[in-house]
């Protein structure tokens, strides 16, 4: 099939709710990617986040590969040793929590805002959000979602959650009453922009939890599993959270989510009172454990700030250069260069020119590379995106 007929094909069969890339992709290796035309890309943000290790790792494929001829799927009445193993990995790179298992970041969260307010009876059912996150797409995700484009012609959301503006402890004290069941937060906003919150953020909103009875939920779904030079987000604090949900890189491509939660909360999630059919299913399972485990095996997570300081340091360059280039900012593999102008025509004159990167809040170029990518392939990206980038100089895009 051409790029044409499969486009002519989704027309005809596929729901139209992705903004899609006029690409049709093939195959991809590391942070490359081909289409069924041949042409090759490279990708600064390989599966929206998910392919932290660079597209089908050699490690992940072969897992996959062997435990497929083994046991594809069984249900959750059974034990299997590999959920056990990963659910083991988590806890000795985490903070000693228990593991439930789903197929997403959304779903999750959802199990993060069931547990807490399980957890927290007592009347205690409202769930303190911040501006700018982004938590998901069903029903109580998306409600926790606190930006109204993400709840436009879906009201009327869920009720009890109430939001405040990232990065203000004082406005999350004044919103939590004795109503109050969790705070939920990313530890650096993806979706938002590449929010990096100030350093007593974290510790100062684990104090106020403390002193109320409140539980700290980290959505780590994008900073999780090595994104930003440490096993997870919060690592890079003194805190650790009540419970932490990921998704994305964790299953290195394949599709899985997680909620950790500390023992004594987690013991609230009694037999029956949640489920996911296919939560960790040893397909994907396989998946996530060869990916922690390469991480670990690899050493990949000292290389982290390396690569992180490479990229951020070609970024500047572009902002000399470029007088559109507000900030530049990150930490670890994500990596926001903000623009004082739409950055989607950029997005397009990249992909053109055989570069894949993602703009987030109309002006704020996002870049979530994988651990594997090379320095020629960093130096190349730049050069065609410096490119992309002239182009929108000389004709500057509007919405
Ligand atoms: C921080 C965060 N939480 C939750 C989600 C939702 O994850 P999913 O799309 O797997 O449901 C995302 C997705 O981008 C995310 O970035």
Redesign the pocket.
Known sequence: MTSQETFDLYERCVIPNYPRLPVVIVRARGSQMWDVEGKRYLDLFPG??CSLLGHCHPRVVEAIREQATRLIHVDNMFYTEEQGRLAELLYEHGFGGRSFFCN????A?EAAIKLARRHTARGRYKIVTMERG????TYA?MSATAQSKTHAGNEPLLPGFVYVPFNDVDAAAAAATDETAAILV?PIQ??GGVNIPDDDYLPRLRELCDENGILLIL?E??TGCGRTGKWFGYQHTPIEPDIM?L??ALGGGAPI?AMVARPDVAASLTPGSHASTFGANPLVVAGATAMLETIESENLLEAVPRTSADILEKARGLQHRFGFIEEVRGRGLMIAIELTLPGAGIVSAALERGLRINCTQETVLRLLPAMTISTQEVDEAFDILASAIQEAESEPVTT
């Open positions: 929206w986040g997403s970041g959304a779903e969260n982004f938590h998901g797409r995700a990313e993806g979706e959505d779904v994008q949900t998704a994305k989510g």
